[in-house]
């Protein structure tokens, strides 16, 4: 039970889990990682029975508009499940970028199919975190009313298998974002830390691509889009941190060693409620952001930064226990331990790192008082 | 929305009430009980206590012929909110003990004589009571007990010693268990009876703790007696009946103690930008790390709160909460310290007012390094008083995930 959702939100809840028990069992993971290809079958019934790809979409584009404390549920029941579908790249990243943008004709033309789960979209911004690389990001140059797009962009994800290919790229009123024509691409697989998710690297020569919104607004809808990121990144640690407590606990129970179950020991045993307390700590921070998107009674992006760190740190440490206390199987491939410990680092790094939330949040919290 | 706790739209009504009563009563340029040196303080406690009794703001949760206030769960929980928004306190520090734990108690479990006795004197001020759980040889294993009672006609007579009384030496009555069937198994022959302090047979020793305070005490009973009939709950079945206490100020804790701990965060930020530590990258980053873990609170407490106010019997939520905010505030105390810097090596300027229960120094007090260091002391109590977190962790780990004893 838990009191900070309410009965709609429960049996959605209920609805999503429901959905993954049966359509994403620990062997649909492993098929799925192990296959050339992404199943988009899943996708597209998560899509169309249960609506996940249209929850902050306005109805005149196919969604049902303003759920944002349901599209964090979407998120936990994935990371619970440890889905690695399109959700993020599609729903969280690129329809978001699309609506934030305010592009009418971009938003008639793209969401329809992205809502519907007919289409997949990925979104590459230009980063900046620390890359040794030297390749030349995105960079986009006009002539008449055209655009092409040239240079490359890394860690894009589902940047091999997305139907739509959305970029930042530098422009000369500043740096935008453009949908390219599918020429002119070459997409590169990448080896993901977390093996769920896919990765890619694009590499664009004199792409064709059309401006979505204006020139110059990349910068606005990225600052736009990271609070929504970071709490979708937080709401599917919550998920993954509950499998792994209840994983974990489940195994402390029937393990035994010296005639006993593990779970009986204080050292396992401490270490589980430990896990419980991160967990709860996180899932209430989620639950709490969930109403302050719809309320909007407090600095979201603050509140966002609070979050995602917790919880990712959290999910983290939690895997890194669920690896340790399941002994040797634990380290095994075979276990779902080690997709959890990779997922968990792969949250941890994307959407900013500590270092960058922490920064952000001492900028707010110790500016000066007026 | 409406809830066995009572309707939000009345607790809102209320609010305002308890607003008006605070502008009303407090001085315009009232800026929390950490505004005031210990003298001023200590006769502001005395004199707010009669004020609340006057007002019906006195025991809060006790029910109007008693004396209390009636008011809904929902009610009591806006009061502790506006009280401790403000920096007042909802009592005196042995309130804790007379109104929340033992008055409650009564009202649960006692005979309608016990309560048309004890309660009304403990609104006038008149009995003032402590707690007598621990011993030297049953911390965490408190069923262990070994104080003895054995009853001699009309009266019980005690014998045995009890240990962390906090407040002990301020009271004159003491709630105590007691071992009155020795030949039981531990947690049944174990009864509670309730025994004037004013007697030849109860000595109270003082123990200074490690903040330089001696807020708690050692109490002995020497053929220490009380009546027959101040036994609460049934004899030999006093268990259920101590272990009732832990459901009291759940709501209110959880709602007031996240404010305190933001007020205190709050001045740990401001000592940081006085002194430039705020400007260093390390302490930015452990700083927003306090933050962090100061926000995971509000979001527990507020999760314990809607747990409590939608009728749930306590559970191991509370035992989550008070694992938290306890580690928690150890961590902040220690980096107080570090923020201080040199400062830290001197205690300068006011203390905070009373180690009792300790949770933050008053709402308004200075931050002056005697606060921070005594701050830091006294916040390792919090991990070993009401269930230490390891016993927390075992609780977390036995109740709700259901792993083995």
């Known amino acids: 039970m838990d009191p900070l959702l309410d009965d709609d939100q429960v049996a959605y809840q209920r609805g999503l889990r429901k959905f993954f028990d049966t359509r994403w069992t ?21 899509a169309s029975e249960l609506g996940v790809a249209g929850l902050n979409v306005p109805e005149e584009y196919g969604g049902s508009g303003g759920a944002p404390a349901e599209a964090l549920l979407v998120a936990e029941e994935m990371g619970r499940a440890l889905y690695g579908g399109p959700y993020l790249s599609t729903v969280v990243l690129a329809t978001n970028a699309i609506v934030l943008s305010g592009d009418e004709q971009a938003a008639a033309r793209l969401l329809p199919d992205l809502v519907s789960g007919d289409k997949t979209a990925a979104l590459a911004l230009i980063e900046n975190g620390r890359d040794r690389s030297s390749a030349a990001a995105p960079a986009a140059t006009r002539t008449g009313d055209a655009w092409t797009v040239s240079g490359a962009a890394r860690r894009v994800i589902d940047g091999a298998d997305a139907d739509h290919l959305i970029v930042e790229a530098s422009a000369p009123d500043g740096p935008s974002l453009f949908v390219l024509d599918g020429s002119g691409v070459e997409r590169v697989r990448s080896e993901p830390l977390d093996p769920t998710r896919r990765m890619a690297s694009l590499v664009l020569e004199d792409a064709p691509a059309t401006l979505i919104g204006r020139q110059g607004q990349a910068d606005e809808i990225r600052a736009a889009l990271r609070p929504l990121v970071s709490l979708a990144l937080a709401a599917e640690a919550v998920g993954g941190a509950s499998r792994c407590v209840h994983d974990t606990v489940e195994y402390a129970k029937v393990r035994e060693q010296f005639g006993r179950p593990i779970g009986s020991f204080q050292a396992v045993k401490h270490r589980c409620s430990e896990m419980q307390v991160r967990l709860d700590g996180a899932r209430t921070g989620v639950r709490h952001a969930g109403k302050v998107l719809v309320d909007e009674g407090e600095d979201l992006a603050l509140l966002s930064s609070v979050v995602k760190v917790f919880a990712t740190k959290g999910y983290f440490e939690s895997a890194a226990d669920m690896v340790q206390l399941h002994g040797g199987i634990g380290f095994t491939w075979e276990h779902s331990a ?29 500016a000066a008082r007026h | 929305m409406n809830s066995a706790a009572g309707s939000v739209s ?36 005395k004199r707010w206590r009669t004020t609340l009794s006057q007002r019906g703001f006195l025991a809060t949760s006790w029910p109007v012929e008693y004396g209390g206030g009636g008011l809904t769960e929902l009610e009591q929980v806006v009061l502790a909110e506006e009280f401790a928004r403000v920096g007042v306190p909802t009592g005196t520090m042995n309130d804790l003990f007379s109104i929340v734990m033992i008055g409650n108690t009564l009202l649960h479990w006692g005979t309608e004589e016990q309560k048309k006795h004890f309660l009304p004197r403990i609104l006038s001020g008149e009995d003032v009571w402590c707690q007598g759980y621990s011993e030297p040889g049953s911390g965490s294993d408190l069923a262990s007990l070994s104080t003895r009672a054995v009853l001699d006609g009309d009266e019980w007579i005690i014998d045995g010693q009890k240990i962390w009384t906090s407040g002990g030496h301020l009271a004159n009555w003491i709630f105590v268990l ?13 009864s509670m009876l309730l025994v ?24 002995y009973f020497t053929n220490a007696r009380c009546p027959k009939e101040n036994v609460l709950g049934e004899v030999d079945h006093g268990w259920p009946v101590a272990m009732t206490l832990l459901g009291f100020e759940r709501g209110e804790s959880a709602a007031t103690l996240p404010i305190m701990f933001r007020d205190e965060l709050e001045r740990l930020f401001d000592l940081a930008r006085e002194n430039g530590a705020s400007e260093d990258p390390i302490m930015r980053a452990k700083l927003a790390d306090a933050y962090i873990a100061n926000e995971v609170m509000r979001f527990l407490g ?59 120094d008053d709402v308004g007090a200075p931050s002056s390094s005697a606060s921070w260091i005594t701050t830091f002391a006294i916040a390792r109590s919090g991990t070993i008083y009401a269930g230490t977190s390891e016993i927390q962790k075992s609780i977390i780990g036995e109740k709700l995930l259901g792993l083995p004893k």
Do not use: C
């Open chain 1, 26 to 46: 620990d062997d649909q993971v492993r098929a799925d990682l192990e296959a050339d290809r992404p199943d988009r079958d899943t996708w597209r019934r998560l």
């Open chain 1, 338 to 366: 080690h997709l959890h410990f990779k997922r968990a680092k792969s949250l941890e790094l994307l959407g900013g790192t500590h270092a960058e939330h922490r920064a952000a949040i001492a900028d707010v919290v110790l």
């Open chain 2, 10 to 45: 009345e607790a809102e009504a209320f609010r305002a009430k308890v607003r008006a009563f605070l502008d009303e009563e407090l001085p315009e340029d009232w800026g929390g009980v950490g505004k005031l040196d210990h003298e001023e303080a200590d006769a502001f406690a």
């Open chain 2, 178 to 190: 007691v071992r009155s069937n020795p030949d039981a198994p531990k947690h049944q022959g174990i």
């Open chain 2, 196 to 219: 004037p302090m004013d007697q030849e047979g109860v000595e109270v020793r003082p123990i200074k703790n490690m903040g330089g305070e001696s807020d708690f005490n050692e109490v």
């Open chain 2, 302 to 360: 507020q999760d314990s709160l809607a747990r409590y106010l939608a009728g749930h019997a306590p559970g191991p939520d509370a035992a989550i909460n008070k694992l938290y905010w306890s580690e928690y505030h150890q961590q902040i105390s220690e980096l107080a310290i570090e923020v201080l810097d040199r400062e830290g090596l001197v205690a300068e300027g006011r203390r905070p007012t009373n180690t009792i229960m300790f949770q933050t």
